[in-house]
Each structure stands twice: as structure tokens, then as C-alpha cells.
């Protein structure tokens, strides 16, 4: 019996990826991760945003 479990990767995208994907501004999408409002990592001075949360946050809007 073959107990593997496969994990899923989210897919990590910068702000510049997700600016040209999207057509908001580098400064709202950045805004956004100051505010707490998308999931996202810090690497550096990166910003890696999880695409997949990033459209649910636009499908659903805040939440607040």
C-alpha cells in the first residue's frame, strides 16, 4: 500500500507579474500586502503573492 500524500504548491507571483496579468498598479497591489489584505510573502525586498488567493480576494472583495 502506497501511503503518499502530494502536495500542492501554491503559485508565488511578483507584483510586477501580477501587474501585468491584472492591469492594477504596482502601488494598489502593494498596498494591498502593507494592509494584510492578500497572502503574500516578503524575500528580500520582494513581494511573492499567492496567485490563487489574489483572485479569490477579487472574486470575494474585504472581508471587513
Known sequence: M???TT???P???TIK???TET???YRHISQLCHQNKIVY???GKKFL???EKFIEYLNTGDTD
Open 7 to 9: 502536495l500542492k504548491l
Open 17 to 19: 507579474e501580477i501587474m
Open 41 to 43: 510573502i516578503r524575500t
Open 2 to 4: 502506497n501511503n503518499t
Open 49 to 51: 503573492i499567492n496567485y
Open 23 to 25: 492591469g492594477f498598479s
Open 11 to 13: 503559485v508565488m507571483k
